[in-house]
């Protein structure tokens, strides 16, 4: 039996989305073994980023079920406690002007 999932990989400005069929009990491993040949997702070296499913980090030997949206999922670049920071103390200065 086949299932059907998908592979995304989210920038900024635009979405890859990658729709899959693998065998029952394949693993996230098998699907980005799957994605190789794919100019998107071709780029990546194997464990480069953290995967999730439907937003929540998983290992790579997680057995997939039907219509699983696998993520890769791209490292923060600021943390975001330090961004709502910066963004609180950019208001505060907008006020006082």
Not at 16 to 23: A, G, I, Q, S, W
Not at 27 to 45: E, H
Not at 55 to 65: F, M, P, S
Not at 74 to 94: C, I, Y
Request: charged share 35%; hydrophobic share 45%.
């Amino acid at each position: 039996m086949k299932i059907r999932v998908e592979l995304v990989y989210a920038l900024p400005e635009e979405q890859h989305v990658l729709p899959l069929e693998l065998d029952e009990g394949a693993t996230v491993a098998d699907a980005l073994r799957a994605a190789a040949n794919d100019l998107v997702f071709s780029r990546f070296s194997e464990g480069e980023l953290t995967v999730g499913i439907w937003g929540v980090v998983v290992d790579r030997a997680k057995r997939l079920q039907d219509a699983d949206r696998i993520e890769l999922l791209r490292p923060l670049l600021v943390d975001p406690k330090e961004a709502r920071r910066r963004r609180a103390k950019d208001a505060q200065q907008a006020l006082k002007r």
